[in-house]
C-alpha cells in the first residue's frame, strides 16, 4: 500500500431498505430467485460507491450478498444439514440456532468467487475480501460427524485456502479471516487455532489479515463486555503466537474499547488495522477522537504499517449512521496523515 493510513471497513456494511430488514443479523431477503441476484449486484455496487465518496481506500463488498459472514458460508459446503439445526452457544456467550455437521465437509463450487470479480470489474481500488476463519466456523456449527473441534477446523481450513486462492486470482488484494472466536478460546488458538489459519492462507500471494474483535454490536456481545473488567487483556494470550505467524495484517477493536492499547507492542513488525470506529453507538466519532486513537496506536504501530479502519462490521447499524462513521474515519486518517507527513 503506498497511501500512509490507507482506510477500511472490518466488513459488512448495513444492506438497502429494499434487500433485507435494517439494523438485524440474519435479515431474511426481501427479494426472490433472479430479483434477489440482481438485487445483491445493486446492493454491492452501491455499498462501493458509499465507501468511494466517504473516502475509504481498500474498498470491500460490505457483504452485501450475504446474510451472515459465517453462515452463508458454510450453507454453500456439502457435508452440513441446515434443516436439522441444533442450539448452541456461540463463543460461551448467546444461543443461536445453527446447522449439523453430517459428514465430510467439502467445497463443490467456489462460494464468493463471481462477487469478488464483479466488485473488481467495478473499482480499481484496492479490494479486501472477507471469509470466515476456521475456528470461527466451527464455533457456528453443531459438529453430529467429527467429534473433533481441531479435526473439523483443520477440513474448514483447507476449505477456505481453496476459495481463497480463488479470489486471488479474481484480484482481492487482501483475503481477510474473521476470527472473533481467538478472543475466547486461548488455549485452542495457540495448540491449534493459528496453525489452521496458517493452513487456510498456505501459497497465496496476496496479502492476509485476521480480524479479532469483540463483535458486533449487538446486546449479547456489549453485556459480555460489561464482564470482562476494567482492562480487556485478551489479546495478550494470542498476540505472541499471532506476530510470528504468516499472517500479514492483524484487525483489532481499539476505538472506545478497554483494551489497553500498549498490547499493540506484542504484535510490533505486522500491519495493523487498528479500529478506531465504534460500531457499538450511534454516536458519530468526531475526526479528533479517531485521529487520537490512531495516534495512540502510533506508538506502538509503525505509521507505515498502521491502516485505520472500524472496530467489527456495521451490518446492524443504520444506514446513515455506517456512511457518517466512515465519514470520520477518513476525516481522522486525514488529519494524523497530515501530522506525519509535515513532521518529515
Ligand atoms: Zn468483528
Same mark, same amino acid.
Given at each position: 500500500?503506498?497511501?500512509?493510513?490507507?482506510?477500511?471497513?472490518?466488513?459488512?456494511?448495513?444492506?438497502?431498505?429494499?434487500?433485507?430488514?435494517?439494523?438485524?443479523? =440474519?435479515?431474511?431477503?426481501?427479494?426472490? &430467485?433472479?430479483?434477489?441476484?440482481?438485487?445483491?449486484?445493486?446492493?454491492?455496487?452501491? *455499498?462501493?460507491?458509499?465507501?468511494?465518496?466517504?473516502?475509504?481506500?481498500?474498498?470491500?463488498? &460490505?457483504?452485501?450478498?450475504?446474510? +451472515?459472514?459465517?453462515?452463508?458460508?458454510? /450453507?454453500?459446503?456439502?457435508? @452440513?444439514?441446515?434443516?436439522?439445526?441444533?442450539?448452541?452457544?456461540?463463543?460461551?456467550?448467546?444461543?443461536? $440456532?445453527?446447522?449439523?455437521?453430517?459428514?465430510?465437509?467439502?467445497?463443490?463450487?467456489?462460494?464468493?468467487?463471481?462477487?469478488?470479480?464483479?466488485?473488481?470489474?467495478?473499482?480499481?481500488?484496492?479490494?479486501?475480501?472477507?471469509?470466515?476463519?476456521?475456528?470461527?466456523?466451527?464455533?457456528?456449527?453443531?459438529?453430529?460427524?467429527?467429534?473433533?473441534?481441531?479435526?473439523?477446523?483443520?477440513?474448514?481450513?483447507?476449505?477456505?485456502?481453496? /476459495?481463497?486462492?480463488?479470489?486471488? *486470482?479474481?484480484?482481492?488484494?487482501?483475503?481477510?479471516?474473521?476470527?472473533?472466536?481467538?478472543?475466547?478460546?486461548?488455549?485452542? @488458538?495457540?495448540?491449534? &487455532?493459528?496453525?489452521?489459519?496458517?493452513?487456510?492462507? /498456505?501459497?497465496?500471494?496476496?496479502?492476509?489479515?485476521?480480524?479479532?474483535?469483540?463483535?458486533?454490536?449487538?446486546?449479547?456481545?456489549?453485556? =459480555?463486555? %460489561?464482564?470482562?473488567? $476494567?482492562?480487556?487483556?485478551?489479546?495478550? #494470550?494470542?498476540?505472541?503466537?499471532?506476530?510470528?505467524?504468516?499472517?500479514?495484517?492483524?484487525?483489532?477493536?481499539?476505538?472506545?474499547?478497554?483494551?489497553?492499547?500498549?498490547?499493540?507492542?506484542?504484535?510490533? &513488525?505486522?500491519?495493523?488495522?487498528?479500529?478506531?470506529?465504534?460500531?457499538?453507538?450511534?454516536?458519530?466519532?468526531?475526526?479528533?477522537?479517531? #485521529? #487520537?486513537?490512531?495516534?495512540?496506536?502510533? +506508538?506502538?504501530?509503525?505509521?507505515?504499517?498502521?491502516?485505520?479502519?472500524?472496530?467489527?462490521?456495521?451490518?446492524?447499524?443504520?444506514?446513515? @449512521?455506517?456512511?457518517?462513521?466512515? %465519514?470520520?474515519?477518513?476525516?481522522? *486518517?486525514?488529519?494524523?496523515?497530515? /501530522?506525519?507527513? $509535515?513532521?518529515?
Amino acid at each position: 500500500m503506498k497511501k500512509l493510513l490507507p482506510t477500511s471497513s472490518a466488513g459488512s456494511l448495513p444492506k438497502p431498505l429494499w434487500l433485507a430488514e435494517p439494523e438485524t443479523l =440474519w435479515s431474511p431477503w426481501k427479494l426472490e &430467485g433472479d430479483t434477489l441476484e440482481r438485487g445483491k449486484r445493486d446492493a454491492l455496487k452501491l *455499498a462501493l460507491h458509499e465507501q468511494t465518496m466517504a473516502g475509504i481506500d481498500i474498498v470491500s463488498d &460490505g457483504e452485501q450478498s450475504r446474510q +451472515h459472514f459465517v453462515t452463508t458460508f458454510i /450453507e454453500h459446503l456439502s457435508g @452440513v444439514d441446515f434443516k436439522h439445526r441444533k442450539t448452541v452457544t456461540i463463543r460461551n456467550r448467546y444461543d443461536a $440456532s445453527v446447522p449439523t455437521v453430517i459428514g465430510p465437509v467439502s467445497r463443490s463450487k467456489p462460494v464468493f468467487v463471481a462477487d469478488a470479480k464483479f466488485l473488481r470489474s467495478q473499482t480499481s481500488k484496492p479490494i479486501k475480501w472477507a471469509l470466515p476463519g476456521p475456528m470461527t466456523m466451527i464455533d457456528t456449527l453443531f459438529d453430529d460427524y467429527y467429534h473433533s473441534r481441531e479435526k473439523l477446523a483443520w477440513e474448514f481450513a483447507k476449505i477456505l485456502n481453496l /476459495e481463497a486462492k480463488e479470489l486471488e *486470482a479474481a484480484g482481492v488484494d487482501i483475503i481477510q479471516f474473521d476470527e472473533p472466536a481467538f478472543n475466547v478460546f486461548f488455549d485452542e @488458538v495457540n495448540n491449534w &487455532g493459528i496453525a489452521c489459519l496458517e493452513r487456510a492462507i /498456505e501459497g497465496l500471494k496476496c496479502e492476509t489479515a485476521v480480524h479479532i474483535c469483540y463483535g458486533y454490536g449487538i446486546k449479547a456481545n456489549t453485556d =459480555w463486555k %460489561k464482564t470482562l473488567g $476494567s482492562e480487556w487483556r485478551q489479546y495478550e #494470550a494470542i498476540f505472541p503466537k499471532l506476530q510470528k505467524s504468516k499472517i500479514d495484517i492483524i484487525s483489532l477493536e481499539c476505538h472506545n474499547s478497554r483494551v489497553p492499547i500498549e498490547l499493540l507492542e506484542l504484535v510490533r &513488525g505486522k500491519k495493523v488495522m487498528v479500529g478506531a470506529i465504534d460500531v457499538a453507538t450511534n454516536t458519530i466519532e468526531t475526526p479528533e477522537e479517531v #485521529a #487520537a486513537t490512531l495516534r495512540q496506536a502510533l +506508538h506502538y504501530v509503525d505509521a507505515d504499517k498502521l491502516y485505520p479502519c472500524t472496530n467489527c462490521g456495521m451490518a446492524p447499524l443504520s444506514h446513515d @449512521v455506517a456512511i457518517q462513521k466512515l %465519514k470520520a474515519l477518513h476525516a481522522g *486518517a486525514e488529519l494524523v496523515r497530515q /501530522e506525519l507527513t $509535515s513532521n518529515h
